[in-house]
C-alpha cells in the first residue's frame, strides 16, 4: 500500500506543524464529575468539566517522559502532562503509536525530575504518509495490542491474588510486636547540591525515583550515574536500607518502597526525591521480608497518612517515624519472605509464566511496531 500511495517515500514535518501542544490546569476549582483527570501517573479523579473532547495523545512534562496516554474522550490534564490538539493530517492513534517509537526520555531537560518542553518536542520530526496508510498502521497495531491487554488482564488478575496471599500472610496480631519506625532506625534524605550537569557525566550510581517506584527490590546495577566530588558528603545506601517516594501527585502512589536486598560492591546514592531508611540492626528486620512488607494493604494505609498537599502531595519524615511496624521473630520473617519471594516471581518475574510470555508478546508488538512506522522520507 505504501509503495503505491507514496512511492517516492512519505513526508516529515516538526510536530508543532501538525499538532498543538497544550498544557494541563489546576482542577481544583472543578465539581466532581464523570470527566477523568490525567496526571503522569494516570487518571487522578474526575470532575465536572472537559479540557478537550478527545481524541487526543497526552505527553508528560515531568517525570515518566514515555507513560503516553491516548484518550478518545473528554478529559483534563494537570500542569505535570500536555495534551494535543492534531490536525486533519493524522490519525490520532497513528501519532500515539509513532510517538511511542521515540523514546521521549532521551530529551529530557532536567537533572533530577525528568522534564519535557514544548520547544523540543515541537522539533520532533513526524512522518504524515497518507491517510489510508495511516489507517491500516493503526488497524495493524490495534491487533497487537488487544492482544496485549488480554495477557495483561491475566496477569493482573494473578497479581490481584498475590496481593491478597501478601496481606494475609503480612497481618498480624497481638502477639507481635509493633514498634514506631524512628526507633528501628534512622530516617535520611537523598543528594543535596546537585544540578543537571551533575547527572550528564557521573562517576557514582544513583538510584532514580522510577527505580524506587517501580522495585519492590531496588535495581542496584541501573545505569543511572551523578557526579560525586572528592571529600563530598553524601549519604551512599546500605544493605538493609528501604527507601520511600517521597512526593507524588495523588495519594495512591506516594510513599511507594523499595528495599536495597543484596550487599553493595560500589557506592550507590540516593536521588533527592527519595526518603530512605537505615535500621539500626539489619538482623531484626530481614529485607527480603521487609520489601513485600512495606507495600503490603496495612502498611500502605499508614504510609499514605504521612503525606499531605494538593497538586504535589509529599510525605512528612516526622509523620513517617511514627507509623507503627510489625516485627516476628526473624524466622517467621524468612518464612513469609520465601513465600512471597515464590509467588512474586510468577506475577513479576521476567522469565516465568505470565510475565515470560507478556514480555514476548511486546518484543514482537514492538518490533513490529516500529517496522510499520519506519518510513523513507520523501526528497524535497
Avoid at 504535589?312 to 519524615?317: A, C, E, F
Wanted: charged fraction near 25%; charge should be negative; proline fraction near 6%.
Amino acid at each position: 500500500m505504501l509503495a503505491e500511495l507514496a512511492p517516492d517515500g512519505v513526508e516529515f514535518q516538526p510536530l508543532g506543524s501538525v499538532v498543538r501542544i497544550r498544557n494541563g490546569k489546576d482542577y481544583k476549582s472543578l465539581g466532581t464529575g464523570d470527566v477523568p483527570v490525567y496526571g503522569t501517573g494516570g487518571v487522578m479523579l474526575h470532575v465536572d468539566r472537559s479540557a478537550h473532547p478527545g481524541p487526543s495523545v497526552l505527553i508528560p512534562r515531568k517525570g515518566s517522559l514515555s507513560k503516553l496516554y491516548f484518550v478518545d474522550k473528554p478529559f483534563w490534564t494537570v500542569d505535570t502532562i500536555f495534551y494535543t490538539e492534531i490536525g486533519d493530517r493524522l490519525i490520532p492513534k497513528f501519532f500515539y503509536y509513532y510517538l511511542l517509537t521515540q523514546r521521549l526520555e532521551e530529551l529530557n531537560q532536567a537533572g533530577g525530575v525528568p522534564s519535557l518542553t514544548q520547544a523540543v518536542l515541537n522539533l520532533l520530526r513526524i512522518p504524515v504518509p497518507p491517510l489510508e496508510v495511516q489507517a491500516e498502521v493503526v488497524r495493524i497495531l490495534d491487533q497487537f495490542s488487544q492482544l496485549e491487554a488480554e495477557l495483561e488482564a491475566e496477569l493482573e488478575a494473578r497479581r490481584r491474588q498475590y496481593d491478597f496471599y501478601r496481606d494475609a500472610l503480612l497481618t498480624f496480631g497481638d502477639e507481635t510486636d509493633f514498634i514506631p519506625l524512628g526507633e528501628l532506625g534512622t530516617i535520611f534524605g537523598g543528594l543535596t547540591g546537585k544540578s543537571k550537569s551533575d547527572f550528564a557525566d557521573g562517576n557514582a550510581r544513583f538510584a532514580t525515583y522510577m527505580n524506587v517506584f517501580k522495585n519492590i527490590a531496588l535495581d542496584t546495577t541501573a545505569d543511572d550515574f551523578v557526579r560525586i566530588g572528592v571529600g563530598e558528603r553524601q549519604r551512599p545506601l546500605n544493605y538493609g536500607d528501604v527507601v520511600f517516594t517521597g512526593s507524588s501527585e495523588s495519594l495512591a502512589d506516594v510513599g511507594m518502597t523499595s528495599v536495597v536486598t543484596v550487599r553493595l560492591s560500589e557506592p550507590l546514592y540516593l536521588n533527592s526525591f527519595c526518603i530512605g531508611f537505615r535500621p539500626h540492626n539489619v538482623e531484626r528486620l530481614d529485607p527480603d521480608f521487609a520489601k513485600h512488607l512495606f507495600r503490603s494493604g496495612a502498611m500502605r494505609a499508614q504510609i499514605v497518612k504521612t503525606a499531605s498537599g494538593v497538586t504535589r502531595i509529599n510525605v512528612s519524615k516526622a509523620r513517617l517515624a511514627k507509623i507503627m511496624v510489625p516485627i516476628p521473630d526473624r524466622p517467621e520473617q524468612a518464612r513469609i519472605a520465601e513465600i512471597l519471594d515464590r509467588f512474586e516471581s510468577l506475577t513479576s518475574g521476567i522469565g516465568v509464566g505470565l510475565p515470560a510470555e507478556l514480555a514476548a508478546r511486546r518484543k514482537q508488538y514492538e518490533y513490529y511496531r516500529d517496522k510499520l512506522l519506519t518510513f523513507e522520507e520523501a526528497a524535497l
